[in-house]
């Protein structure tokens, strides 16, 4: 626990805090830390189980099983290219290759720079658009593979002018 | 803001919302009503870029006395969109852009004009068609589930005041738990979320059980890829789902609801927090609700990516904060729940059909629908279909309505091979069964499920063997991985599709396929894995061909699996344009010595086969067709 910064163990501590009233919490707390941090270290797993007295096995099997947490950093942009049958069929499997091809990375995996994670989804329910993908949250309609270069430079361009 | 009390305090909230809603959609109030769709569908198209600009013209033109303008959960009609309607007129314009906007305030608010190249065309007799209800994909509709959903902001609770909520509940409190119980019953409403049990019997066993504590949960952890009704009822009408939730705790005893969303849908979730917020300050969740001695209050727990968790007992665990893993069953949640306590879970369009069912009577609910599958149910329909979105038709509309009359046909001139129904529980259905008479059991009947309602339409490009390993992957996936029949069987399975599809099968394959899909439906513990099996199954039983030139012949029919695949230049029809070499990602296509039969000036070009990663960019570069996959 020794690596952890003590501005994020004070914020741990009050996540926790936050939810002390709940019935069985742990899924919140979590949840709540995975938005914070992008993730969710060992470090941190050992603290929540001093602060909440579950044992930290047991916590290492949520964080494991859950496929919203990660035991390691996401990069800035996390690219969700959704695999749900509607878009399968309509070739986002495509659109993934593609991105896989330019970032060089595969789904799962974060770029060197630390500025692309490439996830496959399993349906975000924008089926009515597909394929669909997502860049933090906002919704790309009817993506084609050609168009991913153009996306992928958006976010470069994005990064160049900050 | 103002308490909700007692009835007649409802009653008197609900003259007035109704009032003030109707006469804004038909226009007695003196303006025109603008109303743009805020589904997920819509806003990735810029639809929120729309609202803010119509919001932003309205007052630059100071038309705030003869307009208003009003953010709309989803119409359904996803591909579609986004959708703008005007009422009074009750004209839907689709396809929208945000330079359109002004053009609607321009011409229509201000000239009182239609805006004819806005409407949707009818793509068979090229009309324009005006008014939403006379448009083919929703003039078999009847919307039960998606009461609201595109008519009512979703984030005022008046509206939804002024649109029928709270006279289920209202109703229902009049009644004893047993009436209740007894009307759901008569109702004929089978579960919407999957295996379709019928709610009512669920609903008696917990009546039955006689314990302080017990729980209604909500199941929004819409997993079926696919599948997004619940995502869009939460987005359209969360109060809806709340009363139903409501309507059920009283029945049954519960003074606690817990909705259990997916991470995936922050709007979803977004909305129903407001609605909660909403309900607890007027008094209408809380204690001694209407001064009826019944209390109530709604919770919001989140799923985090796993699709087991939409099994009731696995999502159970995942509330308790634990591995969402599926617990053996006897005892069941209605005995034994949450936190040991006897709990009822109900998918979302079945809590949302609720309401309708104590508002309008289980005698109304039970005359639409076939004999043992009552009322309406949400499609979402999608795929290689022209017309995608959502649709509620009445239990008994066949197939072929769906997909052709609603659906509007395949697109591009393709012919229809499959439809995909139940997710990755489920199984195709062909061309013999484009008339069969949907409801749970005639699809049970016929090798496949209801599911939650998801109805993936292909055609003849897609290979059922590799729509087979699509499903077999998704559930090797998200196999809890607490039995071994459905973590080993579906690993198994997946490996051999996997070699067939690679062009590395044998026959043998076939019947070692068969054989794992029958001890994996046998044996395992809960219906993720009992069900694991459909998809292989029921490609095999209408597509065995398929199989057998993928594992004999080594061939795959609809050109899909890439293994199996090469690209050809048709010399024939190659001018020597070089636009397919200067784009090929690997640099396999190169200039020939052979002129061109079109343009013999130009050398036709050649891929060569070891060097191409058979991406197809290549053919849709391609204008001449001069490129092809055998």
């Known amino acids: 626990m020794a690596k952890l910064q003590l501005a994020a163990e004070k914020q741990i ?11 069985t919490p742990l899924m919140m707390i979590l949840e ?12 941190v797993q050992e603290l929540v189980s001093s602060l909440t007295g579950i044992p930290v096995a047991e916590i290492y099997g949520v964080v494991t099983f859950y496929s919203f947490f990660s035991l ?3 990069g800035k942009y996390v690219v969700g290219v959704c695999l749900g049958t509607a878009c399968y069929v309509k070739g986002s499997q495509l659109v993934m290759d593609k991105f896989s091809e330019i970032l060089g990375i595969k789904p799962g995996e974060t770029t060197k720079d630390g500025l692309f994670t490439l996830d496959a989804l399993r349906c975000i329910g924008a089926c009515g658009i597909a394929p669909a993908l997502s860049i933090n949250g906002k919704v790309y309609p009817k993506v084609s593979a050609g168009q991913v270069p153009g996306i992928i430079k958006e976010y470069q361009d994005k990064e160049a002018n900050a | 803001m103002e308490q909700i009390k007692t009835r007649q305090d409802l009653e008197n909230k609900v003259l007035k919302c109704t009032d003030c809603l109707t006469k804004k959609l038909n226009g007695q109030d003196g303006k025109k009503h603008l109303v743009v ?3 997920t569908g819509c806003i990735s198209s810029q639809s929120l870029d729309i609202l803010a600009e119509l919001e932003k013209l309205i007052k630059e033109n100071h038309l705030e006395d003869r307009c208003t303008v009003n953010r709309v959960g989803c119409f359904g009609f996803c591909s579609q969109g986004p959708f703008v309607k005007v009422f009074p007129e009750d004209r ?15 011409e229509d608010v201000i000239g009182g004009r239609c805006i004819t190249d806005l409407l949707y065309e009818d793509p068979v007799t090229h009309e324009k068609v005006e008014k939403q209800d006379d448009i083919n994909f929703y003039k078999k509709q009847i919307r039960i589930a998606l009461h609201g959903c595109s008519l009512i902001n979703p984030e005022e609770l008046d509206e939804a ?9 209202a109703r229902a409190l009049t009644m004893s738990q047993q009436e209740v119980v007894t009307e759901v019953l008569n109702a004929g409403i089978r579960g919407r979320g999957g295996a379709g049990f019928p709610t009512g019997r669920k609903w008696q066993f917990a009546l039955d059980q006689h314990n302080d504590e017990k729980y209604v949960v909500c199941n929004g952890d819409e997993g079926d890829p696919g599948a997004f009704m619940d995502r869009s009822i939460l987005e359209g009408n969360p109060v809806a789902v709340i009363e139903g939730m409501m309507i059920a705790g009283y029945a049954i005893g519960a003074k606690n609801g817990y909705f ?11 909305r129903l927090r407001i609605a909660i917020e909403e309900l607890e300050k007027v008094g209408l969740l809380g204690d001694n609700i209407l001064g009826s001695g019944f209390s109530f209050r709604c919770h919001i727990r989140l799923g985090a990516g796993a699709f087991v968790c939409g099994e009731e007992t696995a999502l159970l665990n995942s509330i308790e904060g634990r591995r969402g893993m599926p617990r053996p069953r006897p005892p069941f949640p209605a005995v034994k729940g949450l936190w040991g306590k006897p709990t009822i879970i109900n998918n979302v369009e079945t809590l949302a059909s609720v309401p309708y069912i104590l508002r309008e009577g289980a005698a109304k609910f039970a005359s639409i629908g076939t004999e043992r599958s009552k009322g309406t149910k949400v499609f979402a329909l999608g795929g290689k279909v022209n017309n995608v979105g959502l649709v509620e038709v009445p239990m008994g509309t066949t197939l072929r309505e769906l997909i052709f009359d609603i659906g509007g046909g395949i697109p591009n001139g393709k012919k229809f091979k499959a439809i995909q129904t139940g997710g990755p529980s489920g199984g195709c259905l062909t061309e013999k069964d484009l008339d069969v008479e949907i409801d749970f059991d005639s699809l049970v009947a016929r090798g496949s499920m209801m599911g939650s309602g998801g109805a993936i339409v292909m055609d003849e490009d897609n290979c059922m063997v590799d729509v087979a390993k699509f499903y077999m992957e998704f559930i090797c996936d998200e196999s809890c991985g607490k039995c071994s029949p459905c973590r080993i069987g579906t690993k198994r399975m997946l490996e051999i599709l996997t070699k067939i599809t690679e062009g590395r099968g044998e026959p043998s394959d076939i019947d070692d396929l068969k054989e794992l899909a029958d001890a994996t439906k046998a044996n395992s513990l809960c219906a993720l894995g009992q069900t694991a099996a459909n998809p292989v199954l029921s490609t095999m039983a209408n597509f065995m061909d398929e199989y057998v030139a993928h594992t004999r012949d080594h061939k795959c029919p609809a050109h899909v699996c890439k293994k199996m695949i090469t ?5 024939d029809k190659c001018i020597g344009c070089s636009m397919c070499a200067r784009n090929c990602p690997a640099s396999a296509i190169s200039k020939t010595e052979t002129p061109s039969k079109k343009n013999p000036k130009m050398m036709v070009y050649h891929i060569d086969p070891s060097k191409c990663i058979k991406c197809g960019v290549c053919i849709s570069n391609c204008k001449f067709g001069a490129i092809t996959k055998e």
Not at chain 1, 13 to 20: A, L
Not at chain 2, 161 to 169: E, M, R, S, T, Y
Not at chain 2, 260 to 270: G, L, S, T
Request: net charge negative.
């Open chain 2, 260 to 270: 259990y969303v997916r991470a995936e849908y922050p709007i979803a979730v977004q």
């Open chain 2, 161 to 169: 005041l002024g649109f029928g909520a709270f006279k289920g509940l």
């Open chain 2, 567 to 571: 690209y050809k230049i048709l010399e």
């Open chain 2, 37 to 39: 769709c805020g589904g």
């Open chain 2, 92 to 106: 839907l314009y689709h396809a929208v852009k945000v330079k359109d906007a002004a053009r609607i305030i321009e």
């Open chain 1, 72 to 74: 390691t950093p996401k």
């Open chain 1, 13 to 23: 501590r009050e996540i926790v805090e936050r939810y002390k009233d709940e019935e």
């Open chain 1, 32 to 43: 709540a830390i995975q938005s914070e941090y992008g993730y969710i270290p060992i470090e």
